[in-house]
């Protein structure tokens, strides 16, 4: 009777599907990679110039310095545009709807803010002489991308 009992578990052991729920059960649910929202954009017309209210809020969910990311933009949509640190305020001399500004903000965090291996936006931006250097906190991957 011992001897059943023990080839019980040494099968028990050697079924997948049960050492795969075994394992999960050890795993913690991921985390972190989940949809990230930057704030919508506040956006102000006067004139022929867009301003962004609440640009400041949006370079700091970027974890990004505003002057990055309003030069991000200034290329992007090849206008001149300022960026007022007092206010926070980045008024770029073109309009634009707040569609597409928060199309080039997705796209900005897409390629200079999450890690294209992990998922995480936990990363830092470094220069390295000519190059833009994307390093990830959570995974320790460094990916190359494209100047600003």
């Known amino acids: 009777m011992s001897g059943s009992v ?16 075994k394992l999960y059960k050890k795993v913690p649910p991921k985390s972190g ?16 110039q867009t301003v962004i209210r609440n640009f400041r809020e949006i370079a700091q969910a970027l974890k990004r310095d505003p002057k990055l990311v309003a030069r991000y933009l200034q290329k992007e ?15 770029l001399n073109v309009k634009v709807s707040r569609k597409v500004v928060n199309q080039f903000l997705q796209l900005f ?6 890690c294209p291996t992990c998922g995480s936006i936990d990363t830092k931006l470094l220069r390295q002489e000519r190059a833009y250097m994307l390093k990830c906190e959570a ?10």
């Open 6 to 21: 023990l080839d019980e578990e040494a099968e028990k052991l050697m079924d997948y599907d049960y050492l795969l729920e």
């Open 33 to 48: 990679t989940s949809e990230y929202r930057i704030p919508e954009p506040q956006i102000i017309r006067i004139g022929s």
């Open 77 to 91: 949509l090849a206008t001149a545009a300022s960026y007022e640190e007092e206010s926070g305020q980045l008024i």
């Open 109 to 114: 965090m897409k390629t200079y803010v999450r």
């Open 139 to 148: 995974c320790g991957a460094e990916q190359p991308v494209k100047p600003i």
